[in-house]
């Protein structure tokens, strides 16, 4: 049984040298008797018998089920040949996996009942034999089927091994110096999948404040005077929030930027352009951010229960579109640790922009008849004074910070835009970003973070 072992040993061996893949953890293998025979230059006895693997799955789960193929020897000689030994190997290929964690079962030809594979214990290599009692008889052209089943360790590592099926032959037709040969299957590549996939959580989205249209007229006219309303966010989260508002545009018929006017006041009055912008996953709809152009974003930073009030105008040109159109306050929360951006919406209002009223013609002066001459007669009507239209323009109320006043406001910040504010709520100074930085922090729908449409 010695003798049989370290015939076993020898015939690894030679496989390995014939196929050029190096075994898991490098085995160190002496020469022993019974050695197969590789002529000069280091290439191993032509074998009679080929061997091949059938049905190996092209991965494995560490730690997951046993998986099943099979291995089959054929006999390609006009005689019989002996199959002394059979083996299966796995090779490494630089991930580190150890013959420990594998597990190889097999069923011999003909049985029913699988079988652990004997581990080449004195050797460092991956290999097992698939025992038999006594030499198989394989007669001219006849197939022995081995069933296989490999089980692979949970603490497995992932990646690319190469599995081999091999039989170790003897020719009793040939001089005993040439008698024994290696069949072997080649070497198919297995990879080996982790036993929990690595998956990243999902991050949370951010808390968002609720958002509202406060007196939004009903209509408007192209070309007419821009109409006040308000933008109010409520922080009802429970946590302090910083938020970027903005409007949304989504009518049936798409405004283009130029058309519209959209103002938002800051403190002391100052009244400045809010930034158009568009979406890829609404290209109908317009997006204004209440920032201007270069100047900074104010983030607000939104105090837990805390509302704020912005005061904000609305006007279009004459060369609108008239018909119905909606409107939408937004919100977008800025992310915290472990936060994705987040945005609220109000619900939609809807107006009406009307057609610009129709300019009057004067009529040109008619041309005399004839050159005579008539006396006019002085008018004896009233002159009565048209009346001048004025309107009237809500005062800023400057309580210091962004949005809303506090019935204790804090000092305003030396440098820095703010939005004028109205409304209930503690005061807060808000944090100025640049555009660039906010959409750093991940807002996704925001206008600051959306990808610009500029018309």
């Known amino acids: 049984m010695r003798t ?6 020898a015939a690894t ?16 293998v002496s020469a022993a008797s019974g050695a197969v025979a590789t002529p000069q230059g280091g290439q191993a006895q032509s074998s009679p018998v080929t061997a091949t693997f059938g049905g190996l799955p092209g991965t494995v789960k560490a730690g997951g089920a046993p998986v099943e193929f099979t291995g089959t020897l054929k006999n390609t000689a006009d005689h019989r040949v002996e199959v002394l030994f059979t083996a299966f190997v796995i090779a490494d290929t630089g991930t580190g996996t150890k013959k420990s964690q594998f597990k190889v079962e097999y069923q011999a030809p003909g049985g029913a009942q699988w079988q652990d594979a004997l581990a080449n214990a004195q050797s460092t290599d991956a290999a097992w034999q698939l025992g038999q009692p006594a030499p198989l008889q394989l007669a001219a052209g006849a197939e022995a089927v081995y069933r296989l089943r490999l089980t692979v360790a949970a603490d497995a590592p992932a990646g690319r091994v190469t599995p081999g099926f091999n039989a170790y032959i003897s020719d009793p037709t040939l001089p005993p110096e040439r008698r024994d040969s290696a069949a072997m299957s080649g070497y198919p590549d297995l990879v080996i999948t982790p036993a929990v996939a690595p ?3 999902a991050p949370t989205p951010a808390a968002t404040p609720d958002a509202r249209l406060d007196g939004l007229p009903a209509a408007f006219t192209a070309g007419g005077e821009a109409k006040p309303f308000k933008l109010v966010f409520v922080n009802n989260s429970g946590r302090d929030l910083r938020i970027l508002p903005a409007i949304v545009f989504q009518g049936a018929a798409e405004l283009p930027s130029e058309a519209v006017k959209f103002e938002f006041r800051m403190v002391g009055g100052e009244w ?3 930034t158009p912008g568009g979406n890829s996953e609404h290209p109908g709809w317009l997006y204004y951010g209440l920032r201007s152009g270069d100047k900074s974003t104010d983030v607000i930073l939104l105090a837990k229960g805390e509302t704020r009030t912005i005061d904000v105008r609305l006007s279009f040109t004459k060369g609108a579109p008239v018909g119905a159109q909606s409107l939408a306050a937004l919100a977008g929360s800025l992310p915290g640790a472990g936060e994705s951006g987040s945005e609220a919406s109000s619900p939609k209002a809807e107006f009406t922009i009307g057609a610009a009223a129709a300019t009057t013609a004067t009529p040109a002066p008619a041309s005399p008849a004839s050159p005579t001459p008539t006396t006019a007669r002085p008018s004896t009507a009233p002159v009565v004074p048209v009346a001048r239209a004025t309107s009237a323009e809500p005062s800023p109320v400057a309580v210091g910070v962004p949005v809303v006043a506090a019935a204790a406001p804090a000092p305003a910040p030396a440098a820095g835009p703010r939005l004028a504010s109205t409304g209930g709520g503690s005061a807060s100074e808000p944090m100025a970003i640049t555009g660039a930085v906010a959409i750093a922090l991940g807002v996704g729908t925001l206008v ?3 990808r610009r449409k500029h018309i």
Not at 4 to 9: E, G, K, P, Q, T
Not at 18 to 27: I, L
Request: hydrophobic share 50%.
């Open 448 to 450: 600051v973070a959306r």
């Open 13 to 28: 061996a030679a496989v390995t040298l014939a196929s050029g893949v190096a075994v898991v953890e490098a085995p160190a």
């Open 272 to 274: 400045l352009d809010g």
């Open 4 to 9: 049989r072992h370290r015939r076993f040993l």
């Open 199 to 201: 998956t990243t959580p």
